[in-house]
């Protein structure tokens, strides 16, 4: 089984770009973020039309996230409630071919101490508090997409210069750490060690020519899918495509 998580900045400019990779790649399941797409809006055609299922939760102009699945979509669950703040389409949830696929768009955060990382650093609490208290490490869980964090040194170009800013703070490494604790595990770091591995590229200077990137897409896994791991990778063709997302496609096997 082939799961795949890929943050496409806008599924209106970027729906050829995924439509294509579908066909060459087939995975059984592509979580998809930022799609900035309302519900009325969203294309289920072009992926019914390559047989996949979609389920899908997203709002105007930001945000927007969706399953794409080659398997039937079940108990699909939307919306991660923050009390006092309006609802943001970030995390959709759903049980595919006995996995729970859990689809995040966590917040970016903007700059260290700003309303939006202190934003941050609140969504990523109460979807620490959601995942504890609705799911048993024992099971076969997902989760996967753009968590807008590097977890480590090597999943940035250059540890030093980027100490202590947004994606790679401290605070937010720990926050994520948590979910690592609980009994989730990155699945791309159990296969590949090396560092200058990335899945994203600022679209200013060149970043992507001069792999000046950070791991900040993911898929995290339970034992009963880690232990069954076969490759993960990361898959930068659509990020040499003219007009590209700033990120590219990670991927991993498991049987």
């Not at 900035?36 to 047989?51: C, I, N, Q, T």
């Not at 071919?97 to 650093?121: F, R, T």
């Not at 977890?151 to 937010?172: A, F, K």
């Amino acid at each position: 089984m082939i799961l795949a998580t890929w943050n496409v900045n806008s599924l209106n400019v970027r729906l050829p770009h995924v439509v294509d990779w579908l066909k060459t790649n087939e995975p059984d399941v592509l979580a998809i973020q930022e799609t900035k797409l309302m519900d009325a809006k969203f294309p289920r055609d072009a992926f019914s039309d390559l047989g996949y299922n979609v389920e899908f939760y997203g709002e105007k102009t930001y945000n927007g996230v969706a399953i794409v699945s080659k398997h039937p979509i079940n108990s699909v669950s939307r919306g991660l409630a923050l009390q006092g703040t309006p609802q943001q389409c970030r995390l959709i949830e759903a049980e595919v071919n006995g996995i729970h696929i859990m689809n995040v768009y966590i917040p970016n955060g903007q700059e260290v101490g700003s309303e939006k990382y202190l934003y941050k650093l609140n969504w990523l609490d109460h979807l620490f508090h959601h995942f504890n208290e609705n799911h048993a490490n024992t099971t076969p869980i997902a989760l996967l997409g753009d968590f807008n964090i590097a977890p480590g040194d090597d999943d940035v170009y250059d540890p030093l210069e980027t100490r202590g800013s947004i994606m790679v703070s401290d605070v937010e490494r720990a926050s994520l750490e948590r979910f690592r604790e609980w009994g989730l595990s990155d699945s791309f770091r159990e296969l590949v060690k090396e560092s200058g591995q990335y899945s994203w590229w600022d679209y200013r200077m060149a970043a992507f020519r001069r792999n000046l990137g950070y791991r900040i897409d993911h898929i995290w896994v339970t034992d009963p899918i880690k232990s069954s791991l076969k490759r993960a990778w990361i898959d930068k063709a659509p990020r040499k495509l003219e007009r590209p997302s700033d990120h590219a496609p990670v991927l991993i096997e498991f049987v």
